[in-house]
């Protein structure tokens, strides 16, 4: 029996559907539109939820900055103008061994007289605490050291070179005006025992208002040893055996140990001298009659150089245009040679007696 009416009842509600089919169809898409109108507007009234934008921060790279003496980083550009300071350091057997010589930054190598070879030594970053036996000056010196717009320490010099040096055109210290940033050592003879120290140039400098130095440097490069090295011994023949140089190239520190006299050339204070570059030029010299006879070596106009770095020899030409120019050096196609960072060593060779060999 009640299966009955549930298939009636059944019968009768298809029945309603067929007869009202399009009035259910009708109020269904009307639903349905209703509900996607509704869920639109619930949306609309929810926050958009933000993403958290990333920043990614770039730590920009440190500057960098270059000593203009000899091309080695420094910790600030204030270190950059520092001024400059130059030296004349004493080159016989009885000046030896040196003090300051290691610690130089660039070193100009001439002979005197008969033979004898001194130094011009500049110094910016280092500053040793003893530096000599301090000598006297001569013309070439003061033409090489007006590029650098350095200070210079001397005992006295050669007519040519005090003329000029104390015409006032140059920061000159010369120990017999400024006796008291030099004294006389008591383990060495005069005239080989005037020193000085930088306490007592930095003082004297400062009380001259020599504050800082604006030159045009060396061109300057990273030193890398050679794949294929040609010159891992030399040696400069300047005038004889006491005065003459060999070096010995150190692949370990990219630099060469400097030999004289057949023995080591040591630093009394710091041990074996080694230059990251060495240079010969090769350079007109005479013996002219001045307040004596003296050596006159020309500085202006050009000439071959050899130099030596990273284990090689690259043949190349000097130049100096003038007097406060700076001395630049070019290969056989004329550009630019770059030197190694670090202690540069630049020895004068006389044309026609001197001599440079490696291998």
């Known amino acids: 029996m009640k299966i009955i009416i549930k298939h009636r009842l059944l019968l009768k509600f298809q029945k309603l559907l067929r007869q009202h089919r399009k009035i259910i ?65 004493e080159n016989s057997p009885d000046a030896r061994p040196q003090s300051g010589l290691k610690n130089s930054e660039v070193v100009f190598e001439a002979i005197a007289e008969g033979g004898i070879t001194r130094f011009l030594v500049f110094y910016q970053q280092k500053k040793p605490k003893l530096i000599g036996p301090v000598r006297s000056i001569r013309l070439y010196d003061v033409e090489w050291l007006a590029a650098f717009n350095a200070s210079i320490g001397h005992v006295g ?26 004294w006389r050592a008591t383990d060495r003879y005069a005239p080989h025992n005037v020193y000085t120290s930088f306490d007592k140039l930095d003082a004297l400098n400062k009380s001259k208002g020599y504050t800082t130095s604006t030159f045009t440097s060396f061109s300057r490069k990273d030193g890398k040893p050679s794949k294929k090295p040609n010159a891992t011994s030399l040696n400069i023949n300047i005038s004889g055996y006491l005065y003459n140089s060999s070096y ?20 009394r204070e710091d041990g ?29 106009g050009k000439g071959e150089a ?4 990273d284990g090689t020899a690259i043949e190349a030409t ?29 020895s004068a060779v006389p044309n026609g007696s001197g001599d440079v060999t490696w291998e």
Do not use: C
Not at 249 to 259: A, M, P
Not at 276 to 290: P, Y
Not at 320 to 345: M, Y
């Open 25 to 89: 169809l009708i109020i269904s898409a009307i639903l349905i539109i209703f509900a996607g109108f509704l869920s639109a507007y619930i949306i609309s009234l929810q926050k958009p939820v933000k993403k958290p934008i990333v920043v990614k921060t770039v730590k920009p790279e440190p500057i960098k900055y270059y000593s203009l003496l000899t091309g080695n980083q420094v910790s600030n550009k204030n270190a950059i103008k520092k001024p400059i300071t130059g030296i004349i350091i």
């Open 157 to 182: 010099g050669s007519a040519a070179a005090l003329r000029e040096v104390r015409n006032g055109n140059y920061r000159d210290n010369d120990q017999f005006f400024n006796s008291g940033s030099y």
């Open 248 to 267: 010995i190239y150190d692949k370990t520190s990219n630099s060469y140990k400097r030999f004289q006299a057949g023995e080591a050339h040591l630093d």
């Open 272 to 300: 074996q001298i080694k230059p990251s570059v060495i240079i010969a030029l090769r350079v007109d010299m005479e013996n002219t009659l001045e307040d004596g006879y003296r050596e006159n070596i020309t500085t202006i």
């Open 306 to 309: 050899i130099i030596f770095q």
């Open 318 to 346: 000097w130049h100096k245009a003038g007097r406060l120019s700076q001395i630049t050096f070019t290969d056989e196609s004329g550009n630019d040679v770059p030197l190694v960072r670090g202690q540069t060593w630049i």
